[in-house]
């Protein structure tokens, strides 16, 4: 959204906006935010190793989910992972749909 609050500002992506109008200090978001920069304008600014990766996973959840729906709730865990792996202390808690209850003996998980 061009005229939007939350768009891109100057040479700040969207997500950079909404990093610095919440006042967000975390470093894993804001290491986070370099990575979506790098993906959203590609000029490489701050060239994190881990964006290639990263575009080529977003790349691959766009060709599996066709469902919007699907395609930002894969997405949404796939970016609170990795800003989980970085060491982030912010956590958003999301509504989980309840799994079906299989009649069968599961095995643990480790």
């Given at each position: 959204m ?10 700040q ?8 109008r919440?006042?967000?200090d975390?470093?894993a ?9 790098d993906?959203?304008i ?5 060239g994190?190793?881990e964006?290639?990766?990263v575009g ?39 509504t ?8 069968k ?6």
């Amino acid at each position: 959204m061009y005229d939007g609050e939350f768009t891109h500002h100057g040479s700040q992506c969207t997500f950079e906006t909404l990093i610095q109008r919440f006042g967000l200090d975390d470093p894993a978001l804001v290491r986070l935010s370099h990575i979506v920069h790098d993906l959203d304008i590609t000029d490489a600014r701050y060239g994190l190793p881990e964006a290639v990766a990263v575009g080529h996973l977003v790349d691959g959840l766009r060709q599996v989910h066709a469902d919007d729906h699907a395609l930002l709730a894969q997405g949404i865990a796939l970016f609170e992972a990795l800003a989980r792996s970085f060491g982030s202390a912010t956590h958003v808690p999301r509504t989980r749909h309840p799994r079906k209850q299989s009649s069968k003996k599961s095995r643990p998980r480790l």
